[in-house]
């Protein structure tokens, strides 16, 4: 059992909470309260004190595809099929060592900026036994990206031997989800097939879907740039007939949408899209600075808030960008006009609803009695008040200031 002690205690249920500690016994927060009074309660408690900090949740990355790390920036911005392109050569050419070693490079980049889940996006063929030893809390989503190519078979029956080998490690750390790409990769029968198999094995299923005003152009007209640049440069000579539906709407024709889906994207939507996610009770990945740099446009925060629909911050993949969290809440809090959030509404987007988009609510995501001990200590600059916290959290937290990572209660760094 141990005590760990700060000036703050920023649980993410309520108000700040000055001068209070966190009880951890067995990997679970037992309780919260006056070092004082937790001192005098648990005597034999070992006592871990983080002057001049604030203890808080774990961060939790909605959305990442860590395989990505080693691409070269450009210095310029992306269309949907330059990224596409670039990604899918990547993937192709790249070793199972070079991936594994990528992947523990990004979980490792992860800790040391206070992120203690993450829900990854990616290729894990021969690198799972590897993953599996790593402290980090993990959903992997296999990805299939295309159901138009020879190789669909062998790509389908490779995402679910991937699936089959995670779950079959029965880690409390581990867990699998599913990733067809895109509706407008993927076909209608193949997304039903894995919206199905999601289903039964109570799996999240994670899928693009309106994120780009091209994907809307195809889906309407089967015309624009998924039609005339993406199409081709696949190799695939044949376009479907134009849906007249958005991706919304098409997705949830093929009772695709549900309480499990996670949409990277939501930021072309109809009046009704909305009311669809809403009724389906789906929810959305939020990565600021990765739609900024594929110049998608801006996420429609408001209406999706007041739907009630949760959203969660991810940072997706572009190269060696970040992978901190801490930055891409700085990203969205110096464009109040674009975005209007608050210091905690990012804070919540980053840790307590990004857990609720992952299913994970109940077990992390807020410091609260029972759920599991993953939590961090953020150095604080001097004299930072309550009223202060929050903002200067977002403004001023680097690797640096990130004193303590813990997962289960265990002290990962």
Known sequence: MKILTAPYVLTMQGPIREKQGVVIDEGLILEIGPVDTLLQKYPKATREDYAQSVLMPGLVNAHSQLEFLSLAQTGKSLSLTEWLILTREHRKKITPVERRTHLLEGMDRLLSAGTTCTADVGDYVGVIPSLAKQPLRMILFPEIFTSAEKT??????????????????????????????????VSGSL???????????????????????????????????????LFPALGWDTLPLPHRKT??????????LGPRTILVGGIHLADGDLQILKKRESKIAFTPRHQAACQFGILPLKKLKQAGIPIGLGTDGLGLQSVSLWDEMRYVLDRPKEYGLSALDLLQMATLEAARVLGMEREIGSLEPKKRADLIAVKLPPKTTSEQLLTTLIQETSEGQIKAVYIDGQKIR
Do not use: N, W
Not at 155 to 182: K, N, Q, W
Not at 212 to 225: L, Y
Not at 247 to 256: A, K, N, R, T
């Open 191 to 229: 997304l039903k097939i894995l919206s199905r198999a999601a289903e039964q094995q109570k799996l999240p299923i994670k899928i693009h879907a309106a994120e780009s005003f091209a994907e809307m152009q195809f889906f309407f007209e089967s015309a624009g740039e998924i039609a005339e640049q």
């Open 152 to 185: 669909v078979q062998t790509d389908y029956e490779a995402v679910f031997t991937m699936v089959d080998e995670i779950a079959a490690l029965d880690s409390p750390h581990i867990r699998p989800g599913l990733s067809p790409y895109a509706a407008y990769t």
């Open 247 to 256: 991706p919304i709407q098409f997705l949830d024709s093929l009772q695709f």
